[in-house]
């Protein structure tokens, strides 16, 4: 599914459109090209090296595969970057891959010996992906006419992600009170998209400041180009 999504991307790069409100290159800070991941070297820069950064250095050159038995599903794409980036405080490193300078595909954890995907929420291409200020990962579907939709991931002590707010502005059709609405909730439950009815109304003054809130992206994550 993720080759599907590189591709379509690819597509509309060619053609000069962005995609449905998706985040133009120049409003972030991200991604390079991908011919040949063998010669991947682990920068000085990263920060701390550890084994789990060995294992992602190879599992990004093919050899090595993940919980699943899968190899690298990005190897040889164009237009890839990497990180590897210490969200949780752990003293581990996460490996986030993206592409397109913009667009960020995975966050992956090394655990209990193995590679994994540590599963952030993410709404589809149709938006914005970026880590924020506060090494959290926000998603923002903003593709959709009529309603802006941004969660927020974290990932905990145990590696697993929580989404731990979501925020929706409604307007157009898709406010049933012909004027804008606006609703928000603090650690969703799991089904959270079938029940957005549930969230908290808010002002728009509200969900203006939970944008501010979130939406400053970490500048401090050095991005690596696979080649």
Known sequence: MKRAV????????????????AKKADDAEIIGGADEPATIELPSTMGKESNADT????????????ANGETFWAVGEPDMEYALFDMNGDGVNELIVRSFGYWI???????????QSANVENLGSSGVTF???????????TGHQG?????????????EAKVVMAFVNYYDDWAESG????????????????????FESITEEEFNA?????????????WVKLE
């Open 6 to 21: 590189i591709a379509a991307l690819s597509l509309i790069i060619a053609f000069g459109v962005t995609a449905c409100g």
């Open 55 to 66: 294992h992602f250095m190879e599992y990004l050159k093919g050899n090595e595969t993940d």
């Open 105 to 115: 595909y995975d966050i992956i954890e090394y655990k209990d010996n193995k590679i």
């Open 131 to 141: 880590i924020n200020d506060k090494n959290q990962f926000v998603s923002g579907d």
């Open 147 to 159: 309603r802006k939709m941004y969660v927020v991931s974290e990932i905990g002590d145990n590696g």
């Open 179 to 198: 004027s804008p609405e606006f609703y928000k909730q603090e650690n969703p439950p799991q089904d959270y998209l079938e029940n957005i009815d549930k």
């Open 210 to 222: 939970l944008m501010d809130e979130y939406s400053k992206e970490n500048t401090f994550i050095e």
